[in-house]
């Protein structure tokens, strides 16, 4: 079965870091682009960045530009979400999904994973 399991929220100040993780399993993960969003609540669902399956060059959403880094390990199948100077506007509760190349939709979703920040 298709699985992607985000990982490695919690609680932080602000201020800190934290990394999350995506693991995936049951379709062949170098083929798609790996997508993070975010979705706070009473708020919609945003995309945060986004790692190409080919050249793994790496996309930002201007309000983390800077402060967040996306890197993927093929050979575990996973991809990371490097977060820094987080803010409390970054709670949130976190996904990711798996994309084609060509597609407009994401193909496979994790359930997510709650990040909250303190002040």
């Known amino acids: 079965d298709v699985q992607l399991q985000a990982s490695g929220g919690g609680l932080v100040q602000a201020g800190g870091s934290l990394r999350l993780s995506c693991a995936a399993s049951g379709f062949p993960f170098d083929d798609y682009a790996i997508g993070w969003f975010r979705q706070a609540p009473g708020k919609e669902r945003e995309g945060i960045s986004c790692?190409?399956?080919?050249?793994?060059?790496?996309f930002y959403e201007d309000s983390v530009k800077g402060r967040f880094a996306v890197s993927k390990d093929n050979a575990r199948n996973t991809v990371y979400l490097q977060m820094n100077g987080l803010t409390p506007e970054d709670s949130a509760v976190y996904y990711c999904?798996?994309?084609?190349?060509?597609?407009?939709?994401?193909?496979?979703w994790g359930q997510g994973t709650l990040v909250t920040v303190s002040s």
């Open positions: 999904a798996a994309k084609l190349f060509g597609r407009s939709t994401y193909a496979y």
């Open positions: 790692i190409n399956s080919g050249d793994g060059n790496a």
